[in-house]
């Protein structure tokens, strides 16, 4: 044979795959439909079938872009964007965050029942940031589509 060297790795590399390729039943694990997240991740959609929201959690905001003017830089905005869960099912927010660290958001930890209301708090530091500004915020929540945005925007002047 001319190249052992490379008979070698090819060998090595149908018996890696071979190996790696064998079923071995102890490893596999059934996924259990209980459990602490359980109630949290449901995924209805399937290859064969429409997406069914239904019975999932809605967030409808009042106001879901918020022009705050024109501030002097160094000013702190902190606007509060209010929510209804118009779902069927308890809202739950995984989590919020924001497109930089001048812009901070805080949200409800607890559930938000079906019709109840609930806000996210956005907090915009404008030091060292001036001219046409947007922060958009990402919350994260057991929602269709699973993250939904709010901006705020406006005009950040240098300090005189």
Not at 50 to 61: G, V
Not at 80 to 87: C, E, I, L, P, V
Not at 128 to 143: E, F, L, V
Request: aromatic letters at 8%; charged letters at 25%.
């Amino acid at each position: 044979m001319k190249h052992p060297v490379f008979f070698a790795l090819w060998l090595a590399l149908t018996a890696t795959l071979y190996v790696a390729c064998q079923s071995d039943g102890e490893r596999v694990q059934e996924i259990r439909s209980s459990g602490p997240n359980s109630d949290l991740i449901r995924n209805p959609s399937s290859a064969n079938q429409p997406t069914d929201t239904n019975q999932m959690a809605r967030i409808a905001f009042e106001e879901p872009e918020f022009d705050f003017g024109e501030v002097r830089e160094g000013t702190v905005v902190e606007h509060k964007y209010r929510f209804k869960n118009t779902g069927k099912v308890p809202l739950v927010i995984a989590n919020c965050r924001s497109t930089c660290g001048c812009t901070v958001p805080e949200w409800p930890k607890e559930e938000i029942e079906p019709g109840e209301t609930g806000e996210i708090t956005a907090t915009f530091n404008t030091q060292d940031r001036t001219g046409g500004q947007r922060k958009r915020i990402y919350i994260t929540a057991n929602t269709f589509p699973n993250e939904t945005k709010v901006e705020l925007f406006g005009t950040v002047n240098p300090k005189k």
